[in-house]
């Protein structure tokens, strides 16, 4: 959410989302299954494969955790 109460997109590892709890859960529970990313941040426009490197390398840190 941003300054005007709008939702927005960040990087996985800014903004309102717990990944790593989240993950965590999963986890708990035995999911095996897909996981996708979703480049919608202002940026992705820019550089969309970048964004998704990005992404990808976050949500691979959260995992290794």
């Known amino acids: 959410v941003d300054a005007d109460g709008a939702w ?4 996985l590892d800014r903004g309102l989302t717990p990944y790593p709890a989240v993950l965590a859960a999963l986890a708990l529970t035995g999911y095996d299954g897909y996981l996708t990313l979703e480049c919608l941040q202002p940026e992705a426009r820019q550089d969309p494969v970048g964004t998704a490197r990005r992404d990808r390398l976050i949500l691979e840190r959260y995992l290794a955790a």
């Open 8 to 11: 927005c997109f960040t990087a």
